[in-house]
């Protein structure tokens, strides 16, 4: 079975502050894919990053950063020097390929205020 | 570059009413995919279709029918709605491709900006 947790509900920072979102898988597929998503106030789902399960190079843009470790089913997002505009629920999800489709689920999101 | 269309971005319906929600995927994409989220929820796969056909599906309640047209737009019909079919429902649609390695295939879904059906 497929699982994705985020253990943080709600996190608040400080601007300027760096914050980390923690996100823990479950999957018995060797192929698979990992995302970030960010859904604003105004509800929709932002792409940030997407993650394949051979590839576990980190990845930085700009103030965000994506650590991704296998041997800890882990694929943390860091944002640097936060600001108010991230404020946000950031969603982790898993995807593997189906039969006509793929399967993605989500975690329960993290709930990020970050106040001036 | 084209987005993932979705109609209407708001829906007020009384309760026992009925509403349909539709989708017009990516040009080129050819499944869809239907979400719900609930208040203060993540997002809950209700049904997809690849090629016109069903391909897989989750909690979708029975009241829930979908469909997905030659023209690959879907659309999700809730009959007899209830207050608790309030919600943001989102469409994705993602092109099927070969596998990690093919330029089709990206694990991704393309998400619609969501319809928010309110039920009184």
């Known amino acids: 079975a497929q699982k994705v947790t985020q253990a943080q509900t709600e996190i608040s920072v400080v601007e300027k502050e760096d914050v980390t979102l923690d996100c823990v898988y479950e999957?018995?597929?060797?192929?698979?894919?990992l995302f970030w998503y960010k859904q604003p106030p105004s509800g929709e789902l932002v792409f940030l990053i997407r993650?394949?399960?051979?590839?576990?190079q980190n990845e930085i843009s700009g103030r965000y950063s994506w650590n991704f470790q296998k041997s800890t089913s882990s694929f943390n997002f860091t944002i640097t020097a936060s600001q108010v505009v991230d404020s946000a629920v950031y969603f982790c999800?898993?995807?593997?390929?189906?039969?006509?489709?793929?399967?993605?689920?989500f975690g329960a999101g993290t709930r990020l205020f970050v106040k001036a | 570059a084209a987005g993932v269309i979705q109609s209407p971005r708001h829906l007020i319906k009384e309760k026992r009413e009925t509403a349909t929600l539709k989708c017009y995927p990516i040009?080129?994409?050819?499944?869809v995919y239907w979400y719900q989220q609930g208040p203060g929820q993540d997002p809950q796969f209700l049904i997809s279709?690849?090629?016109?056909?069903?391909?897989d599906k989750g909690s979708i309640p029975d009241r829930f029918s979908a469909q997905q047209f030659s023209d690959y737009h879907s659309e999700l019909n809730m009959s007899s709605l209830e207050l608790g079919d309030s919600a943001l429902y989102f469409c994705?649609?993602?092109?099927?491709?070969?596998?990690?390695?093919?330029?089709?295939?990206?694990?991704?879904?393309?998400f619609g900006e969501g319809s928010r059906l309110t039920v009184l």
């Open positions: 994705a649609s993602s092109p099927m491709g070969q596998g990690i390695d093919e330029s089709g295939s990206t694990g991704e879904l393309f």
């Open positions: 999957t018995r597929d060797t192929t698979y894919y």
């Open positions: 993650r394949n399960s051979f590839d576990e």
């Open positions: 999800a898993l995807s593997s390929e189906t039969t006509g489709g793929f399967k993605t689920i």
């Open positions: 040009p080129r994409h050819d499944t």
């Open positions: 279709f690849y090629e016109k056909m069903q391909s």
